[in-house]
Antibody, heavy 120, light 110 residues
Framework: EVLLVESGGGVVRPGTSLRLTCATAGFTFEDFALSWVRQVPGKGLEWVSGINWNGGRTGYSDSVKGRFTVSRGNAQRSVYLQMNSLRAEDTALYYC?????????????WGQGTLVTVPS | QSALTQPPSASGSPGQSVTISCTGTSSDVGGYNYVSWYQQHPGKAPKLIIYEVNKRPSGVPGRFSGSKSGNTASLTVSGLQAEDEADYYCNSYAGNNNCVFGIGTKVTVL
């Protein structure tokens, strides 16, 4: 069974940093791209960042570019999202999602999310 | 990176069909055959139901189908069932290692 488990969320002050971790199991980790997708409770999905199978290619949405950094540790079977200079508008549930083998931005497995709250 | 346009709501009676549109630009939907659709029930993580415009993952019923014409993709749910009541999102590859989601459509089964 494919498992994705996010952790690291919490309540933080604006301007501070947070690091999210997505721990995985049940599949060959180094074969798959992974992304972070966030959702403000009651609102829609927003793709935040993604990283390919070996970490050689990353992408970011305009809303987080320059503030967030995605990375992965294949030995740890984990993907990370370093979030700096946090803003109130970053408040959301952050999901980790696995990309399909031949279609990296089709997400076939999702975690349950970790909540990040940045009070204004 | 503007969100893809979806109607906010759609509805149909059990057994009927409903079609949801997802409109982007030539830089995303129109430029690539990498459009996916997701179903999300309240309090749950999204579930992939269509990828690469019209392919269904294993286990997804055949009454879910996808298509694309120009800058607009569509999801059709045939033979609506009560459990199809959910939020539906499209997403598309948008080049340069980016992707974009639609704003979401709430489907109500009357």
């Amino acid at each position: 069974e494919v498992l994705l488990v996010e952790s690291g969320g919490g309540v933080v002050r604006p301007g501070t940093s947070l690091r999210l971790t997505c721990a995985t199991a049940g599949f060959t980790f180094e074969d798959f791209a992974l992304s972070w997708v966030r959702q403000v409770p009651g609102k829609g999905l927003e793709w935040v960042s993604g990283i390919n199978w070996n970490g050689g290619r990353t992408g970011y949405s305009d809303s987080v570019k320059g503030r967030f950094t995605v990375s992965r540790g294949n030995a740890q079977r984990s993907v990370y999202l370093q979030m700096n200079s946090l803003r109130a508008e970053d408040t959301a549930l952050y999901y980790c999602a696995r990309g399909l083998g031949g279609s990296e931005f089709s997400f076939d497995s999702w975690g349950q999310g970790t909540l990040v709250t940045v009070p204004s | 990176q503007s969100a893809l346009t979806q109607p906010p709501s759609a509805s149909g009676s059990p057994g009927q069909s409903v079609t949801i549109s997802c409109t982007g630009t030539s830089s995303d939907v129109g430029g690539y055959n990498y459009v996916s659709w997701y179903q999300q029930h309240p309090g749950k993580a999204p579930k992939l139901i269509i990828y690469e415009v019209n392919k269904r993952p294993s286990g997804v019923p055949g009454r879910f189908s996808g298509s694309k014409s120009g800058n607009t993709a569509s999801l059709t749910v045939s033979g609506l069932q009560a459990e199809d009541e959910a939020d539906y999102y499209c997403n598309s590859y948008a080049g340069n290692n980016n992707c974009v989601f639609g704003i979401g459509t709430k489907v109500t089964v009357l």
